[in-house]
T-cell receptor, first 110, second 114 residues
Framework: AQRVTQPEKLLSVFKGAPVELKCNYS??????LFWYVQYSRQRLQLLLR??SRESIKGFTADLNKGETSFHLKKPFAQEEDSAMYYC????????????FGGGTRLMVKP | KAGVTQTPRYLIKTRGQQVTLSCSPI?????VSWYQQTPGQGLQFLFE???????NKGNFPGRFSGRQFSNSRSEMNVSTLELGDSALYLC?????????????FGDGTRLSIL
């Protein structure tokens, strides 16, 4: 079975502060990990995926297989980063089934 | 390129009825997945279709079914509606059928059961 846990439902930081949204997973094989984001009144959209190893909007995430984690980080939060963030896992079965974490609402205060 | 389109946006039904939701994927995308989103359970996978075949199915009762047409458009059907079926139903499409592909989501259909 595969499982994704985001321990924080709400994370509130001030503009310019570092941000870390935590994600832990449970999966016996080699997972594909993603971060999806939903801004206010917008649809859910892909932010980044671990296989790309790229930085999007200043966010990065590193897959740590030893700790089974895929935390999302940004050194300096901006007000426009306020959104709902979902960590998701796709197993190495054939298909695009995503298992989502419960989500973390990030609020960046001015 | 137009995004994933879901119709209708809102639906109100009563217990015992059935409902059909529609999803048009991004042009060229052949994989369509469906998810249920509720405040209590979050985002849960329903099923995935690729080339008109159901490839994966989540842990939902048989009242939930779907299909995909030759143009990749997909429908999902829920029969004998229950109050607990009230949710936002999201459709997502991806370009190819391999695992771990980025998925593009629609705005969803909000289903309310009275």
């Amino acid at each position: 079975a595969q499982r994704v846990t985001q321990p924080e439902k709400l994370l509130s930081v001030f503009k310019g502060a570092p941000v870390e949204l935590k994600c832990n997973y449970s999966y016996s094989g080699s997972p594909e990990l993603f971060w999806y984001v939903q801004y206010s009144r917008q649809r859910l959209q892909l932010l980044l995926r671990h296989i790309s190893r790229e930085s999007i909007k200043g966010f990065t995430a590193d897959l740590n297989k030893g700790e089974t984690s895929f935390h999302l980080k940004k050194p300096f939060a901006q007000e426009e980063d306020s959104a709902m963030y979902y960590c998701a896992l796709s197993g190495n079965n054939a298909g695009n089934m995503l298992t989502f974490g419960g989500g973390t609402r990030l609020m960046v205060k001015p | 390129k137009a995004g994933v389109t879901q119709t209708p946006r809102y639906l109100i039904k009563t217990r015992g009825q059935q409902v059909t939701l529609s999803c048009s994927p991004i042009s060229g995308h052949r994989s369509v997945s469906w998810y249920q989103q509720t405040p209590g359970q979050g985002l849960q996978f329903l099923f995935e279709y690729f080339s008109e075949t159901q490839r994966n199915k989540g842990n939902f009762p048989g009242r939930f079914s779907g299909r995909q047409f030759s143009n990749s458009r997909s429908e999902m059907n829920v029969s004998t509606l229950e109050l607990g079926d009230s949710a936002l139903y999201l459709c997502a499409s991806s370009l190819v059928g391999g695992g771990g592909q980025p998925q593009h989501f629609g705005d969803g259909t909000r289903l309310s059961i009275l």
